[in-house]
């Protein structure tokens, strides 16, 4: 049997909600003791989700655009952000060989030495071995 809230408290827990923002288990922290008062026993989060799924025909349209919108703000501000350092990532390292250990590493764009052989002092680092020759010369 699903608990019978009176109106006020409703009200509170969808003010909270949509005009607060605040999530289900805040507003468990927000009203549990005065839920706890009336029903006599613990107010959970799947108790304000139900409150809320049952009574958001009460909520303001706008707010309930307004936190749709904001949903949606989130799902588009994370994913280019995501791509957008994949992107950074390739751009910016090659794989290569590097010229002192002769390892295949993948190394910044500008960079022909590993950082291994860069920590140890006297890496064998030839420039000759870099430049190309151009056909016909
Ligand atoms: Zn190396």
Known sequence: ?????????????????YKDGL??????KELGSEFLMVNKREMTKNIVIGIWNRN???VD????I?????ALE?????????????????EHFRKRKC????????LEKNLYICEPCKKSENYKFSTTQHTY???GA
Do not use: W
């Open 99 to 106: 010229l002192s250990c002769r390892k295949e590493m993948l």
């Open 74 to 90: 989130n799902i588009v501000i994370v994913k280019p952000l995501h791509i957008e350092r994949k992107k950074i990532k390739q």
């Open 1 to 17: 049997m699903a608990a019978v809230h009176s109106k006020e408290f409703v009200k509170k827990v969808l003010d909270l909600r």
């Open 56 to 58: 958001k025909y009460l």
């Open 133 to 135: 020759h151009t056909g």
């Open 66 to 70: 307004k936190e749709q919108v904001k």
């Open 61 to 64: 349209k706008q707010d309930i």
């Open 23 to 28: 999530s289900a288990r805040q507003i468990t």
